[in-house]
């Protein structure tokens, strides 16, 4: 299982940016996909997850502002991002897992090598 995430980028206070992840494999459907992001000098943190059934949860610094979605005929979840603030610039992963849970506390089977959001203030 591979994910290629893309759509970062330079962007000012304000503005909104849409993360795209992208996997192979046939069973995506059946993933609980996650977004996560490390910014600089700090640890990876999870930013929001969304199970095979549509339900998500979020970080409490992105509620409101961000929204994961995902289309499972493209194989593809998305992080649609608004309001963004200087403190939310970091590299953006997605993780798939196989367990259905939306627990946060199960680990995630896949990695993608990340995308980098720069948020200027």
């Known amino acids: 299982v591979q994910l290629q995430a893309s759509g970062g980028g330079l962007v000012q206070t304000g503005d909104s940016l849409r993360l795209s992840c992208v996997v192979s494999?046939?069973?995506?459907?059946?993933?609980?996909m996650g977004w996560f992001r490390q910014a600089p000098g700090k640890e990876r943190e999870f930013v929001s997850v969304i199970t095979w059934s549509g339900d998500s949860n979020y970080a409490d610094s992105v509620k409101g502002r961000f929204t994961i979605s995902r289309d499972n005929a493209k194989n593809t979840v998305y992080l649609q991002m608004s309001n963004l603030k200087p403190e939310d610039t970091a590299i953006y992963y997605c993780a798939a897992r196989t367990s259905r849970s939306i627990s946060s506390k199960i680990p995630y089977d896949y990695w993608g090598q990340g995308t980098k959001v720069t948020v200027s203030s």
């Open positions: 494999g046939r069973t995506f459907s059946t993933y609980t």
